[in-house]
C-alpha cells in the first residue's frame, strides 16, 4: 500500500511547515513510523521516528526544532525554525513493530513502505 505525503513546498530560512502522510488502510496508531531526508547530494537520513506508544526520536540536527506525531490516519512532522540545511525531500516510513525493533528500523532505514517524497526548500 502506498503511503502519500504532502504539506511541502518553499519556506524562509525560520519558518515553519507541516507535513503530512496517509496511506489507504493504514491505522497509523498500531506502526512504526519514521520520517527520511534526502537532500541534493547527499545520504537518505532519518529525521524521526514514533512508536505506537508515541515514543518518539530524532536527529540531532533537527532535535528541538521539529515535532513528529501521529493520528490514528496520519502521520504529521511540524518543522519550526528552519534552516537552509534543512532542504531535501522529504519521505514517510511505516511497518510492522514486531518482529524487528522500532528504533533498529529507523537507524537502518528498515521499514516496507514508504512514500514518493514531498519538497522541501528553505531559502535564507
Known amino acids: 500500500v502506498q503511503l502519500m505525503e504532502s504539506g511541502g513546498g518553499p519556506a524562509q530560512a525560520g519558518g515553519s511547515l507541516r507535513l503530512s502522510c496517509t496511506g489507504p488502510?493504514?491505522?497509523?496508531?498500531?506502526?512504526?513510523l519514521g520520517w527520511f531526508r534526502q537532500g541534493p547530494g547527499k545520504e537518505r537520513e532519518g529525521v524521526a521516528v514514533?512508536?505506537?506508544?508515541?515514543n518518539a526520536d530524532y536527529a540531532s540536527s533537527v532535535k528541538g526544532r521539529f515535532t513528529i506525531s501521529r493520528g490514528r490516519q496520519a502521520l504529521y512532522l511540524q518543522m519550526d525554525n528552519l534552516k537552509p540545511e534543512d532542504t531535501a525531500m522529504y519521505y514517510c516510513?511505516?511497518?510492522?513493530?514486531?518482529?524487528?525493533?522500532?528504533?533498529?528500523?529507523?537507524?537502518?532505514?528498515?521499514?516496507?513502505?514508504w512514500g514518493l517524497g514531498t519538497q522541501v526548500t528553505v531559502s535564507s
Open positions: 516510513a511505516a511497518d510492522a513493530l514486531l518482529p524487528v525493533p522500532c528504533d533498529y528500523r529507523w537507524s537502518h532505514g528498515d521499514f516496507g513502505a
Open positions: 488502510g493504514y491505522t497509523f496508531e498500531v506502526y512504526c
Open positions: 514514533i512508536d505506537n506508544d508515541g
